[in-house]
DNA sequence: GCGTTTTTATGCAACTTCGCAATAATGCAT
DNA sequence: ATGCATTATTGCGAAGTTGCATAAAAACGC
């Protein structure tokens, strides 16, 4: 819990804040399509994900304390699933504002190029 | 650019959590949701915003970086709005799955103090 | 020039990431 | 039940990143 919590009630765009933090690194976000399929224990992740158990794990506690994931034990074995099916939903609008950022990003590298001082003519 | 996009073309989702990223902070989420309804300067969102120039300018720079807005010059004003619409949706869907996330969160609450040691019956 | 609006620079505290070592929790064999 | 292997988590510390304040500078209109 952070200092500034203790005396206030978070305002709601802490918490939104905190949700996409949440979403903010690559495992997390690799952790959370890979649950879009349905659930996977710890082990089932690891090689998919590509980090080592100790680091996983860590992910993995992140997103189950901002509440995107549930655990259920099974055996020896720990399966991590979706809390909300909604986040598919999340991750599904985010990729398609992320076409047009990167469509736009692609435009001004073509227009960087376009505009280039004439490729160095008499280079090398 | 970071050493390791020199040789790689960056993972996917890696650009994932760099768009949540840049979304993972109280002010960022506030500046977001003024501009859906329209672009507004910077001295605008000063006050609406609540923190200091320099900051917010930080702040802006971000989410331009990121590509989330943009900004036209007029007269001595720099107006911010929205790149992309579907911008909007993004933070609908988000919050929609918060209401889940919080619902959930109450829920344990209850739960938590439904199981508590019998409030201290003689407590003050 | 001067005032307004916005950005950049710099520095420090706070937080995040991630590896390694150690620990816990379970199931299975003896 | 004790030990052992498997599965997952926790603790800790180094390195890197982010947040935010203060001071300085840039860009514009007059």
Redesign the pocket.
């Known amino acids: 819990m952070?200092?500034q919590d203790v005396n206030h009630p978070t305002p709601l765009y802490e918490v939104k804040a905190e949700f996409f933090?949440a979403l903010?690194?690559p495992?997390r976000i690799r952790v959370l399509e890979l649950l879009s399929s349905g659930q996977k224990?710890?082990?089932e992740l690891?090689p998919l994900v590509g980090?080592?158990?100790?680091?996983l794990?860590?992910q993995?506690?992140?997103l189950k304390r901002a509440g995107l994931v549930q655990?259920q034990?099974e055996?020896?074995?720990?399966f991590y699933s979706l809390a909300f099916p909604e986040l598919i939903d999340v991750l599904a609008v985010a990729r398609r504002v992320l076409i047009d950022v990167l469509a736009e990003r692609a435009g001004l590298l073509v227009d960087l190029q376009a505009s280039a001082p004439l490729p160095y003519p008499g280079e090398l």
């Open positions: 952070r200092r933090k903010g690194h495992s224990s710890v082990s690891l980090i080592n158990p100790p680091h794990s860590q993995l506690a992140i655990t034990r055996g020896t074995s720990i």
